[in-house]
Structure formats: C-alpha cells, structure tokens
C-alpha cells in the first residue's frame, strides 16, 4: 500500500513539477529538502513527512486529494492560485541565481563585473 502510494505521489509531483517548467532542483529549493531527497520521492522511493507533503504541495499548486489519488479536481483552497513568477525563468537562470546567492560579497562583485561585460558584448 505505502509503495503503491508513494508512485502515486512521485507521478504526480513530477506532472506537477514539469507542467510548471520548474527543475528538481528548484523544487527542491522551495520545499527545502535536498534534491536528492526529492528526486527520490519523484521516483516513488519514499513518503514525505506530512509538513513536507504540504510544502509540496503548495509549490507544486497540487491539491493533496489529488496528489493522494482521491481525486481530480484542481488546487486546495490552501495552495497558491498560480506558480511564482520566477517559474517562467530559464532553468539556467534559476541555477545561476541559486549558486550568485551562496557567493560572498567579493565574488559577487566579480560575477556582477563579468555579467555586465557580457551584457555589453551581447547588447
């Protein structure tokens, strides 16, 4: 039953997940697990905790009847109506950002250097 549930779940992230243009990764990000983690769950290895269900859920803007394999219909009236603007965002980007937010000041001062000189090559 719990393996039969844990598929359910893992498909349904995954539609969720790709019907949003998000990554692994960004998923992962926003819930605040380890992408391996969810990678794990996306493939129907694992049940979430009931706290990271609900995260999921509401990052995934999936209704949790739904996810459960109760039913079809659209969002819980908990989740977020639409997906966060930066959805829409290239991947690259997103990782690009993810990483230009884990680099100290110094390094940050560089990469914006580079970006702005790639800018005025490309522009």
């Known amino acids: 039953m719990a ?4 598929t359910r779940l893992g498909e349904c992230a995954r539609a969720a997940r790709q019907r949003l243009n998000l990554t692994q990764e960004d998923v992962a990000e926003r819930v605040g697990i380890a992408t391996e983690v969810y990678g794990r769950l996306e ?8 706290p990271t269900f609900r995260k999921l859920c509401a990052v995934l803007s ?5 996810a459960l394999g109760l039913s079809t219909e659209g969002p819980a009236s ?13 991947a690259e980007l ?3 950002m993810r990483r230009a937010r884990q680099l100290d000041r110094n390094s940050l001062r560089v990469l914006s250097l580079v970006a702005a000189h790639l800018g005025q090559k490309n522009g």
């Open 62 to 66: 999936l209704s949790a009847d739904e």
């Open 3 to 6: 393996k039969k549930l844990a």
């Open 94 to 96: 997103r990782r690009l």
């Open 43 to 50: 493939r129907g290895n694992m049940l979430p905790s009931v």
């Open 78 to 90: 908990w989740t977020p109506p639409a997906p966060p603007p930066e959805a829409s965002e290239p």
